[in-house]
C-alpha cells in the first residue's frame, strides 16, 4: 500500500513562493507516475501537473504554466510542486496523487495540503 504525505502549505501574500512536498512510501516509486492536484473553494479538483517518471515529460495544466514547477527526488522517494507568483486564485487544497503507468485511474491519495494566498 503506498502511502503519501505532502506538507509545506501555508499562507502567502500574492506574488510569494510556496514548495509543497510529497513523499510517497510503501511501493517503487520509480514505477508511478505522480500528480499534483488542486481543488479550490467550491470548485471541482483539477490535475495542475503530472509526471511519467525516468524520461518522461511534466505536464501542466495553463493556469500554473511558467510559474509552477514540479520535480522527484528518487533517492527521497519525495516529489516536490515550486510555487511561485502565487496568485489569489491559486488558494485551495493541494493534493498529491500516484498511480502506475498501466491504471486508469489515481490510486493513491494524499491527505492535502492547504494554500492560501492573500492579495
Known amino acids: 500500500q503506498v502511502r503519501l504525505v505532502e506538507s509545506g502549505g501555508g499562507l502567502v501574500q500574492a506574488g510569494g513562493s510556496l514548495r509543497l512536498s510529497c513523499a510517497a512510501s510503501?511501493?517503487?516509486?520509480?514505477?508511478?507516475?505522480m500528480a499534483w492536484f488542486r481543488q479550490a473553494p467550491g470548485k471541482e479538483r483539477e490535475l495542475i501537473a503530472r509526471?511519467?517518471?525516468?524520461?518522461?515529460?511534466?505536464y501542466y495544466a495553463d493556469s500554473v504554466k511558467g510559474r509552477f514547477t514540479m520535480s522527484r527526488d528518487y533517492a527521497q522517494n519525495t516529489v516536490y510542486l515550486r510555487l511561485n507568483n502565487l496568485k489569489s486564485e491559486d488558494t485551495g487544497v493541494y493534493y498529491c496523487?500516484?498511480?502506475?503507468?498501466?491504471?486508469?485511474?489515481?490510486?493513491?491519495w494524499g491527505q492535502g495540503t492547504q494554500v492560501t494566498v492573500s492579495s
Open positions: 496523487a500516484a498511480r502506475h503507468h498501466s491504471s486508469e485511474n489515481y490510486e493513491y
Open positions: 509526471n511519467m517518471g525516468y524520461g518522461g515529460s511534466t
Open positions: 510503501g511501493g517503487t516509486f520509480s514505477t508511478y507516475e
